[in-house]
């Protein structure tokens, strides 16, 4: 009887917080999109709570950070990212925009070549960002 109980409450709740999970991370997305960054990053941050996984959400708390020009926190945000999935092209591609703008070229040219090893999506931009860390560390 009381497994019986159990059972039924882990079923009705757990489609509830799996919706909640879609809800406010599709909320934040709209938010992004109408550029309401602080509404959004109040969703993706609620999103975060009930699936502290989502790299997806910390992704756009970063573009949510850069818009607001916080370098801190976008880098903890991607950082957070790559520690989640190491595999994350834009995470690790945005990061090293970030240290070539703030003039780490070695740590810009460190994540460039760990994002061309694993690139699928982000190549061409891989081979651009090379060009200019080349031409930016030689002044």
Do not use: H, W
């Given at each position: 009887?009381?497994?019986?109980?159990?059972?039924?409450?882990?079923?009705?709740?757990?489609?509830?917080?799996?919706?909640?999970?879609?809800f406010y991370f599709?909320?934040?997305?709209?938010?992004?999109?109408?550029?309401?960054?602080?509404?959004?990053?109040?969703?993706?941050?609620?999103?975060?709570?009930?699936?502290?996984?989502?790299?997806?959400?910390?992704?756009?708390?970063?573009?949510?950070f850069e818009n607001?020009?916080?370098?801190?926190?976008?880098?903890?945000?991607?950082?957070?990212?790559?520690?989640?999935?190491?595999?994350?092209?834009?995470?690790?591609?945005?990061?090293?925009?970030?240290?070539?703008?703030?003039?780490?070229?070695?740590?810009?040219?460190?994540?460039?070549?760990?994002?061309?090893?694993?690139?699928?999506?982000?190549?061409?931009?891989?081979?651009?960002?090379?060009?200019?860390?080349?031409?930016?560390?030689?002044?």
């Amino acid at each position: 009887m009381i497994f019986r109980l159990k059972l039924t409450l882990i079923l009705l709740l757990l489609p509830n917080k799996l919706m909640a999970n879609n809800f406010y991370f599709d909320e934040g997305l709209k938010l992004f999109e109408s550029e309401k960054f602080e509404e959004a990053k109040f969703k993706f941050e609620q999103n975060i709570v009930f699936n502290p996984k989502s790299e997806m959400s910390y992704l756009y708390l970063s573009k949510i950070f850069e818009n607001l020009k916080d370098k801190n926190l976008q880098e903890k945000n991607l950082n957070t990212v790559i520690l989640l999935n190491p595999k994350n092209e834009e995470a690790i591609y945005n990061l090293a925009k970030l240290k070539l703008e703030s003039s780490d070229y070695q740590k810009s040219k460190e994540l460039n070549s760990r994002l061309n090893n694993i690139c699928d999506k982000f190549c061409n931009q891989s081979k651009k960002l090379k060009i200019e860390i080349e031409n930016l560390s030689k002044k």
